[in-house]
């Protein structure tokens, strides 16, 4: 029976092809484009180890930046943890293409029979499997890289998530701050409104005005504190914490701004590189290009090959090879072909569509940056110096009883209102950065955080003010 023996020798040679996928399920490759992007590790952790355990007790320490963020829900967010698992599906996937069907053995037996029982015995397997095994293999390879760098794509989506929560919640706990000094500013306002009004030399209307703002200044402190208390849950989720009474705090002050921008020509140098999403796209029209020619031949059906040996009950023993061919009468493989054709002209305009976008997304992303990065500058260096010259200048002619202290109250406000608006526009820079990130790595554009130019909380108050002193 040469047959059986040359089938089982083509079936070693082929699995020997298994040997090439990676036993960690391409985690190392992942970890690889994610630590060359973001210079942070991530470990694959089983789902007893997921606990608040030393490593993340010392990670916690001291006070964290969104670099030290960002590692913590690397090593303790579940959402990296699943993504990491989907790799495990995508091995099983390239195994499976990496694997022929098993042969198929036949047997039967008939009774009664003389002088000796009849039997027959077969065993066959599918040629179409064996043929088209180093395309199947090259396919699934291709799906298997595709799928490595969508994981890429959604471990670093939760990473640019982290850092905008991160830089949310700098802001928020600024603003706090800010406005704790705003309500106490209002409070000395009123109180000398009321001795001012007692005394008689303001208006009741005065009066009113001035107490109607400490209101309002006490609102917005409360908003504030809330604000805080939202975002630091949202950070909290965002490291996995699992004990929301664990202490920890965070650098409440944002990090120095670089020297410099990228350039428009680096920016593109660094979109030819980085985009996972068109790498990934690339690989499934592979996959789909290198499946094409099979898919007509799959509708139709198996060609299968073997041998059978047939044992009558005359004493005649027969042997030979066999073969089994699908007759295509009804199923000619058209609706097979059709759909091969479609998937492969859908991944193709994905594709088209991913890199006629791509440029956009970074140019604008790029403008974002460097309009974020001007109203910084510009807050710093002009409005807040000249804000706090106002008050200077304001306090020389109070103390010459130039002008009333109300005016000063007014000049120390507007100053506060500057300093708030300072305040979103680091953030705005931060967020409009991480954006920039998305954009070169083309991940989860949809969801990138959006930010509108800073502008004063109390405007209503400030002109208020201006209209009654």
């Known amino acids: 029976m040469k047959t059986p023996l040359t089938i089982a020798g083509l079936l070693a040679i082929f699995a020997g092809g ?21 210079s942070q590790s991530v470990d694959v952790r089983s789902s007893a180890a997921i606990t608040d355990d030393e490593r993340l007790q010392s990670m916690l320490q001291g006070e964290i930046d969104a670099d030290r963020v960002v590692a913590i829900a690397f090593v303790n967010n579940p959402r990296v943890q699943v993504a990491l698992a989907d790799l495990g599906l995508a091995r099983a996937d390239l195994i499976e293409a990496s694997t022929v069907r098993n042969p198929i053995f036949g047997a039967e037996f008939r009774f009664p029979a003389s002088p000796s029982k009849p039997f027959e015995l077969s065993i066959i397997e599918s040629l179409f499997d064996l ?3 180093p395309r ?25 998530d982290v850092r905008s929560d991160f830089y949310d919640l700098v802001a928020a706990t600024q603003h706090l701050s800010t406005d704790r000094v705003a309500v106490e500013s209002a409070r000395a306002s009123a109180e000398l409104a009321q001795r001012q009004h007692d ?31 939202l975002r630091r849950e949202a950070l909290i989720r965002d490291m996995g914490l699992r004990n929301a009474s664990a202490d920890w705090k965070i650098r409440t002050e944002f990090p120095q701004l670089p020297a410099a921008e990228p350039s428009e020509q680096e920016i593109q140098q660094m979109l030819a590189t980085r985009r996972l999403d068109i790498a990934a ?52 493989g058209t609706a097979a072909r059709t759909r091969a054709e479609a998937q492969l002209l859908l991944r193709q305009q ?39 010259r106002i008050v200077d200048l304001t306090q020389l002619e109070q103390n010459a009883m130039l002008v009333g202290i109300f005016q000063l109250l007014q000049a120390k406000q507007n100053e506060l209102d500057a300093r708030r608006n300072y305040i979103d526009s680091q953030r705005d820079y931060w967020l409009a950065r991480t954006n920039l990130d998305r954009a070169l790595s083309g991940i989860d ?6 930010f509108a130019p800073a502008t004063t909380q109390s405007q209503g108050t400030t002109a208020e003010r201006r209209g009654n002193h």
């Open 18 to 38: 298994c040997a090439t996928i990676p036993r960690d399920a391409g985690v190392a490759d992942v970890q690889r484009q994610v630590a060359l992007r973001t």
């Open 350 to 388: 994905t594709l088209a569509s991913l890199l006629a976008s791509a440029g956009s997304q970074a140019r604008a992303a790029h403008q974002a940056l460097l309009a974020a990065r001007g109203r910084v500058d510009y807050y710093r260096d002009v409005v807040l110096p000249r804000r706090k």
């Open 131 to 133: 043929i088209q095994l």
């Open 199 to 229: 005394a008689g030399n303001i208006t009741d209307l005065d009066l009113e005005n001035e107490q109607a703002m400490y209101e309002q200044a006490k609102i917005d402190l409360s908003r504030s504190e809330e604000d805080v208390l």
């Open 281 to 332: 796209a690339q690989r499934q029209v592979e996959a789909a290009q290198r499946l094409l020619p099979t898919a007509r031949a799959t509708g139709i059906g198996n060609i299968s090959v073997g041998a059978h040996r047939e044992h009558e009950s005359d004493g005649v023993t027969t042997t030979g090879p066999s073969v089994e061919v699908p007759i295509p009468i009804f199923n000619r």
């Open 136 to 160: 199947r293999r090259s396919a699934g390879r291709a799906a298997f890289e595709a799928a490595q760098s969508r994981v890429s794509s959604e471990i670093l989506g939760v990473a640019a």
């Open 445 to 450: 554009m949809e969801g990138q955080r959006s």
